[in-house]
C-alpha cells in the first residue's frame, strides 16, 4: 500500500516485481529498462532532426548503456563500502536497487568522449544530443525508486507527503522523526515522508522541456551548450533533493552527501563554461563583424 493522504490517492497494490514462468523480474528494473530504451529512442530522434546520424546514437546509446550502469553500481559501491565490505556477495545484486545516477552520468559522458574520437563525431555536439536521452530516461527511472519504496526524504505533512508501510522501507531509512509521526491503518504501520523521487522526475521534466527549447527554438548557442546547461539545471535541483533524502551517499569520515557536493562542483563549474562560452561567441562574432566591415571598406 502507497498512499498520498492530501491528494486523495490511495494504491492500495504497487507491485516491487512480477512473476512470469516462476521467475521473478523486479518492477525496478522493468523501469528503467524501459528509462534506457525511450531515452536512447528520443536521442536518436532529435540526432535526425538535428541533421545528424541516427544509427550513431543508436550504436552510442548501447554502448553507454551498458557503461553507465555499471559505473552507476561501482559508484553506489564505493560510497556504500561500509556495507558491502560484509556482503560481497551482494554487490552484482541490483534487484533492490543501488544505482547512483551520478556514476551513471559520468560513464556515459566518459563514453560518449571515447565513442566520438573513435567515430570522428563532435563531442560537445553529441554530448548535447544525448543528454536528452539521458535526462529523459532519470525522469522516467526515478519511477523505480516508487516501487522499490526507497529514495524518499524525511517526514513531511505537506501537500505530496507519501505514506509506506514501515515493513516495506529499510529500516536504516527511518528516523526518529519519521518513527515520532508514525500511523496505524487495521495493523500496518505507515510512515509518511517526502516523495523525493516524485520530486525529482518532476524537476527532471522541467529540465527537459527547457533543454528542448534551447535545442530547437534558440538559434545563438554554442556547441555544449545544452549538456552544460543540463549539468547547471539538473546540479541545482539534485543539491536541493539530495538534502531531503535520509539514504545519503556520505562522504567517508563526514556527514557530507556526496551527490551535493557533486551537485555543488558542477553547478559551479557549468556556470562558469557557459558564461566562458557566451563571452567566446560574442567575441567571435565581434571579429567577424569588424572583419566584414573592413572588406566593405
Known amino acids: ?15 516491487k516485481s512480477i512473476s512470469i514462468g516462476g521467475f521473478e523480474i523486479a518492477c525496478y528494473g522493468i523501469v528503467l529498462s524501459l528509462a534506457m530504451v525511450t ?17 550513431d546514437y543508436f550504436d552510442l546509446g548501447l554502448t553507454a548503456i551498458v557503461i553507465s550502469v555499471v559505473c ?19 554487490i552484482i545484486n541490483l534487484r533492490q536497487g543501488g544505482l547512483a545516477i551520478y556514476g551513471g552520468v559520468i560513464g556515459g559522458v566518459l563514453t560518449v ?25 532519470q525522469m522516467l527511472g526515478r519511477w523505480g525508486n516508487f516501487f522499490n519504496r526507497e529514495a524518499f526524504g524525511d517526514y513531511t505533512d505537506g501537500l505530496f507527503a507519501m505514506q509506506l508501510p514501515v515493513s516495506d522501507v529499510r529500516a536504516s531509512e527511518i528516523t526518529e522523526l519519521m518513527r515520532a509521526h508514525e500511523q496505524t491503518f487495521g495493523e500496518i504501520r505507515c510512515i509518511q515522508v517526502h516523495p523525493t523521487f516524485l520530486y525529482e522526475s518532476l524537476w527532471n521534466l522541467g529540465v527537459l522541456l527547457l533543454l528542448l527549447f534551447l535545442t ?24 536541493w533533493i539530495e538534502g531531503l533524502r ?13 551527490s551535493q557536493i557533486l551537485s555543488g ?9 557557459l558564461a ?3 563571452k567566446h561567441k560574442k567575441g567571435t562574432k565581434e571579429y567577424e563583424s569588424k572583419g566584414t566591415a573592413e572588406k566593405k571598406d
Request: glycine share 10%; charged share 20%; proline share 3%.
Open 1 to 15: 500500500m502507497i498512499r498520498f493522504p492530501h491528494l486523495g490517492i490511495t494504491l492500495p497494490h504497487v507491485l
Open 39 to 55: 531515452g536512447l529512442l528520443l536521442a536518436m530522434r532529435v540526432a535526425k532532426v538535428t541533421g545528424q546520424d541516427p544509427d
Open 72 to 90: 552507476a553500481r561501482i559508484y553506489y559501491v564505493v560510497f556504500s563500502w561500509d556495507y558491502y565490505r560484509g556482503h560481497l556477495s551482494e
Open 113 to 137: 568522449i571515447v565513442f566520438t574520437r573513435i567515430r570522428r563525431m563532435g563531442t560537445l555536439r553529441a554530448l548535447d544530443t544525448a543528454v536528452l536521452g539521458l535526462v529523459w530516461g
Open 216 to 239: 530547437f527554438h534558440i538559434r545563438k548557442k554554442f556547441d555544449g551548450m545544452v549538456f552544460l546547461s543540463y549539468l547547471l539545471l539538473y546540479g541545482l535541483g539534485r543539491f
Open 246 to 258: 535520509t539514504d545519503q551517499l556520505l562522504w567517508p569520515g563526514t556527514d557530507l552527501a556526496v
Open 265 to 273: 562542483i558542477l553547478v559551479i563549474a557549468s556556470a562558469a563554461l
Open 276 to 278: 566562458a562560452g557566451e
